[in-house]
């Protein structure tokens, strides 16, 4: 539920970061305000803080927000936003955009509109993490087996503690079975979902950020366990019912009277609304709730745990949940416990990003300045607008109220080259697969980087706002800013090489590993797509051989033995093919509808045992078609081309089994 790149986000669940949506009816994006509140008052004019910047006022803000997000969310096709800004535990303004349903014209209300924020869910369910610790209930240093009535096995021999949990350090690889379904027949209570498969440990404890919506959901039942109340009734007790947030639920479906101010979700190219999502593992992304509500909430958080009179969590538990638990690399942002960095001209800001298949969402808190800002559209937008467009969001308020000092940041061109250099190869995510058919995606995903033509990284996977990749300035040690605007890309090196790089609010939870060569796109997809053309034309010049041999009255000219090596290295060809295509729409499948992953199950098992089949078997049978190729008297053109077919096969084979295509999983 948390991004990455963008066929990654779909494989992985996420991140969730739809593609386009192309909306057929353009909606009037009139603004729908609601400035004033009874239970969240309008904030005083306040006096500007700095030099060149803006007055951080209702009035300023209401002007910004206003001439920005209508042309922007119907330039990017998304149907409504919200917008909600705090300062000094007031409400500045709430702002609502378009159309929370389109077919009805039902406007955007920041004060009664439910949106989804996905993985902004995580907050929750660490504040009553926090709120459990705090009463002596969780140490965060505790392995998590003494909480739970399942195991978590140590790896190599190093427990998962709770602290892990919340800095996405626990060590195991994805899980995306039923994390996102459609309707309630195909829902799994997360307790269920986490007991049914405890994914593979793939990194030792604490030392790798790999984002887990596992690990959170897993947090989540220590609460329902230690609190003895069950989760969502927990967070009604807890947090929500203290906080007023009378328009807020982790329940799936909604309860009958909040169904009704539920915003309806869009994905790409679809006028009908997705439907209301049902995330099973709800403690990592099941909270639905209006702008106003979570304007609550993060004044909660910048007032150190207490709004309007109610505290959910002690000065002290609320500090320590703000401060720095882990820092990946010496330069850039670090994790919070529960929140990640997304630090800002030189600014302390914690934070929390969110996406299902169909809502995006930030939240930003600005520790230093009492000021919280959050957003979220109900559709991914064409091209996935709603990605950039929330990322400039965030920088253009920083810039415009709390902007950055002169020459804050300057260029260093000392060992810029060199240091580029080190940083050039091919990576692979650190959150991913490792046992199942999903490991796939690592092959396809893996980010190149290079070395532009000024000697800084080039890396294609990192774009901007225009869709080309970024342009990076050098201005320290392995540290690169973005030239156009704040993000740091910054890199561990080993033995004078780099190991791990990442950039941006990506850094605290998501890496960049160094790729292992047997692993390596570089060489692997070069030749997967020549074993393809190889195939593809074995399959392609037979029968059109056969024409001619027919037409002109022609002879193949060979023996029977030989004849069934030839013409069952056609049918391994077909069949390989015809597996591979197998792989590629079930896959497109699963992630193309949440609602039919019992069928995919079936269709899974039997894709896996075809491979096993197929891609030895076929193997099997180009090495036996070129012996007898180069035993025959087969002509010099026939002879090479069966050992291009053992070549072709082969690579296919190393592919099913380094990228556990060959296999039985029915986890993943």
């Known amino acids: 539920m948390r991004k990455a790149t963008a066929f990654l986000a779909a494989i992985l669940g996420a991140a969730f970061l739809s593609g386009a949506v192309a909306q057929t009816t353009q909606p009037t994006l009139v603004p729908t305000a609601r400035v004033k509140s009874e239970t969240l008052p309008s904030a005083p004019v306040m006096a500007q803080q700095q030099a060149g910047a803006h007055p951080l006022t209702t009035d300023d803000l209401n002007s910004w927000l206003d001439g920005y997000l209508p042309y922007a969310i119907r330039k990017g096709d998304i149907p409504g936003a919200v917008v909600v800004v705090v300062k000094d535990g007031q409400i500045l303004t709430s702002r609502g955009y378009g159309y929370a349903d389109v077919a009805k014209r039902k406007k955007v209300d920041p004060a009664t509109t439910m949106f989804r924020p996905g993985s902004i869910s995580k907050l929750f369910t660490w504040t009553a993490l926090m709120q459990q610790v705090e009463q002596g209930k969780v140490d965060l240093n505790a392995d998590v087996n003494k909480y739970i009535d399942f195991t978590i096995p140590p790896y190599e021999g190093k427990p998962v503690t709770v602290l892990n949990l919340m800095t996405h350090t626990p060590g195991f690889e994805e899980a995306v079975k039923d994390l996102i379904t459609l309707g309630p027949k195909t829902q799994v209570p997360f307790d269920t979902l986490l007991k049914r498969w405890v994914p593979k440990r793939i990194y030792a404890p604490g030392t790798t950020p790999a984002y887990s919506n596992y690990g959170a959901s897993l947090a989540g039942y220590i609460v329902q366990r230690t609190s003895g109340e069950p989760f969502d009734a927990y967070l009604e007790h807890h947090i929500f019912g203290p906080l007023g947030m009378a328009h807020s639920s982790f329940r799936q479906?909604?309860?009958?009277?909040?169904?009704?101010?539920?915003?309806?979700?869009?994905?790409?190219?679809?006028?009908?609304?997705?439907?209301?999502?049902?995330?099973?593992?709800?403690?990592?992304?099941?909270?639905a709730a209006t702008g106003e509500d979570m304007a609550r909430f993060m004044i909660a958080h910048l007032q150190n745990g207490e709004y309007n009179g109610q505290r959910i969590l002690q000065p002290a538990t609320a500090q320590l949940m703000h401060s720095r638990a882990n820092t990946p690399f010496s330069a850039g942002d670090g994790m919070a416990h529960g929140f990640y960095e997304t630090n800002i001209n030189g600014m302390h800001v914690i934070a929390h990003g969110g996406d299902t298949v169909a809502f995006h969402s930030d939240l930003h808190l600005f520790l230093d300045k009492n000021v919280g800002i959050f957003v979220s559209f109900n559709s991914a937008g064409k091209e996935g607008a709603a990605q950039p467009l929330r990322d400039w969001l965030f920088a253009d308020f920083a810039d415009r109220y709390f902007p950055e000092p002169p020459n804050a940041v300057k260029a260093d061109p000392k060992d810029a080259k060199a240091d580029a250099e080190k940083l050039a190869g091919v990576y692979s995510t650190t959150r991913g697969s490792a046992t199942n058919f999903l490991a796939i995606a690592d092959l396809i995903g893996q980010a190149k980087v290079g070395v532009d033509k000024d000697g800084n990284p080039l890396i294609e996977a990192a774009k901007g706002l225009n869709g080309q990749p970024r342009k990076w300035i050098h201005v320290g040690p392995m540290v690169w800013?973005?030239?156009?605007?704040?993000?740091?890309?910054?890199?561990?090196?080993?033995?004078?090489?780099?190991?791990r790089f990442s950039w941006g609010e990506l850094a605290p939870i998501i890496d960049f590993a160094r790729t292992p060569a047997y692993r390596s796109s570089a060489w692997i997809l070069p030749l997967l797509y020549v074993s393809l053309a190889i195939l593809c034309l074995t399959l392609l010049l037979w029968p059109t051989r056969a024409l001619v041999r027919r037409k002109y009255k022609g002879e193949l000219g060979l023996e029977r033995p030989q004849l069934w090596a030839y013409r069952s290295s056609r049918i391994a060809a077909i069949?390989?093919?015809?597996?591979?295509?197998?792989?590629?729409?079930?896959?497109?499948?699963?992630?193309?509808?949440?609602?039919?992953?019992?069928?995919?199950?079936?269709?899974?098992?039997?894709?896996?045992?075809?491979?096993?089949?197929?891609?030895?078997?076929?193997?099997?049978?180009?090495?036996?078609?070129?012996?007898?190729?180069?035993?025959?008297?087969?002509?010099?053109p026939g002879k090479v081309w069966s050992i291009l077919l053992v070549i072709a096969s082969g690579t296919i084979l190393y592919i099913g089994l380094v990228f556990k295509l060959i296999g039985l999983a029915t986890n993943y």
């Open 481 to 499: 800013r973005d030239a156009d605007g704040h993000d740091l890309l910054t890199a561990n090196v080993a033995d004078g090489k780099v190991t």
């Open 575 to 636: 069949a390989i093919l015809a597996v591979l295509i197998g792989w590629a729409v079930a896959i497109q499948m699963l992630f193309g509808d949440l609602g039919n992953e019992a069928s995919f199950n079936a269709i899974l098992l039997i894709l896996e045992l075809l491979s096993i089949v197929v891609f030895i078997g076929g193997f099997a049978v180009m090495l036996w078609y070129a012996w007898t190729a180069w035993r025959s008297k087969f002509r010099w």
């Open 253 to 287: 479906p909604l309860p009958a009277n909040l169904k009704p101010l539920m915003a309806e979700g869009y994905v790409s190219g679809k006028d009908k609304p997705y439907g209301f999502e049902f995330v099973n593992t709800a403690p990592a992304g099941a909270l």
